[in-house]
């Protein structure tokens, strides 16, 4: 039985991620060094900023102290807050199957993003008001791949619900990237893919793949957790 949904954020309500390619392209660029977009979405989808940078520079055999880290974490959000002011993009079906999810059950958030950025653009699309459970970068230890996020996005709608705990087993998320698919499964919650960043051939590890939430409904949600002895 389907009990709650849980929205991964960049690349699946909003369509950011070449935004965020972009403000992380500049930041290494400030230091000296490049990062292509094939490799970007082969590499380092999925990572919250923090785990990107570090990456990049584990792979490429560059030392970072923490501190530096911190410093590129903070000039890429400057750069992002900037761009995405210009312009916000969500992606077609998101306001509907948002609206329509949420009078049946309790939404959450769980992202890689800053909660300055999260709260800043659901409120300029309307949607904030819909997700009683927001998880952000700060508030985990460990980015995705890492089951945290969710199982911590999970336990926020729980303490919320007022009723019998919704188990990993009835949540599910919805994700746009492998190292998002991993979190969940490594949370116990069944995953739905849509490949707006990704292929639809990458994102086999979900339980479903859409091309786009626009062929999204809640009953067809439900029907991707059938209820039992029928």
Known sequence: MLRAVIFDFNGVLIDDEPIHLKMIQKVLGDEGYSLDTDDYYANYLGFDDRDCFRNYYQRHKLPIKNRALEELVTRKGRYYREGIEEHITVFPGVKKLVSDLAKRLPLGIASGALRVEIDLILTRIGLKDHFPAIVSTEDVSKGKPDPEIYVKALSLLNQKAGESAIQPSEC??????????RAGRAAKMPCLAVANSLPARELTNANAVVQ???????????????????
Do not use: A, C, M, Q
Not at 172 to 181: M, N, P, V, W, Y
Not at 212 to 229: A, I, Q
């Open 172 to 181: 599910l998320i919805i994700e746009d990237s492998k190292e998002g698919i």
């Open 212 to 230: 786009s939430l626009e062929e999204v409904t809640p009953e067809f949600l439900e029907k991707l957790f059938p209820t039992p002895g029928k």
